[in-house]
């Protein structure tokens, strides 16, 4: 059975730095296509990063330059290193198995910033 | 970037209703399409990927159509558990789009 299961949300300050992690079970990390999702408070789904098996990694234009998608192979995990959070960052994060059309998701993380 | 726009936005049914929503994208994206259910404080749940398959698992009274720009899902005889929010997706190119949502009340 897949699970992902996704750490490190919370409340932080403008400005400020986060990691999720994203722990994967039933699945390699290094073998799939991973990517993490966001939905603010009420509002739609909006995709973020997508990090390859090669170890490509793309953005969408609005973390781009702020927020890093990687993994660690040996511990199976996935993350996202968020920078100079700002209040708009405010969402839930998911972690979702493939580019798009994702059949594997998390449960999610609530990511708050807010002074 | 690819535009997806839903309609509608949200829509009324009542149990045993066949529903149809539609997606339609800025550009020409073949069969790139996925649909997605969600429920209030779960994860987004892919129903159908390459815009007419239905993944493993999912029942058959759920079906998605099209190519090219228009495409639709349908529900057809409604069930309690039906009843969440559908979005597209757009899986041809970053930033893989979502379309708004359609709430199913």
């Known amino acids: 059975e897949v699970q992902l299961v996704e750490s490190g949300g919370g409340l932080n300050q403008p400005g400020g730095s986060l990691r999720l992690s994203c722990a994967a079970s039933?699945?390699?990390?290094?073998?799939?296509?991973m990517s993490w999702v966001r939905q603010a408070p009420g509002k739609g789904l909006e995709w973020i990063s997508v990090i390859y098996i090669d170890g490509s990694t793309y953005y969408a234009d609005s973390v781009k330059g702020r927020f890093t998608i990687s993994r660690d192979n040996s511990n199976n995990t996935l993350f996202l290193q968020m920078n100079k959070l700002r209040v708009e960052d405010t969402a839930v994060y998911y972690c979702?198995?493939?580019?798009?059309?994702?059949?594997?998701w998390g449960q999610g993380s609530l990511v708050t910033v807010s002074s | 970037d690819i535009q997806m726009t839903q309609s509608p936005l949200s829509v009324s049914a009542s149990l045993g209703d066949t529903v149809t929503i539609t997606c339609r994208a800025s550009?020409?994206?073949?069969?790139?399409v996925g649909w997605y259910q969600q429920k209030p404080g779960k994860a987004p749940a892919l129903l159908i990927y390459g815009a007419s398959n239905l993944r493993t698992g999912v029942p058959s009274r759920f079906s998605g159509s099209g190519s090219g720009t228009d495409f639709t899902l349908t529900i057809s005889g409604l069930q309690p558990e039906d009843f969440a929010t559908y979005y597209c997706?757009?899986?041809?190119?970053?930033?893989?789009?979502f379309g708004q949502g359609t709430k199913l009340e």
């Open positions: 550009q020409g994206i073949n069969i790139w």
């Open positions: 997706q757009e899986a041809d190119s970053f930033p893989y789009t």
């Open positions: 979702a198995r493939g580019l798009a059309e994702n059949d594997y």
């Open positions: 039933g699945l390699t990390v290094s073998s799939n296509y």
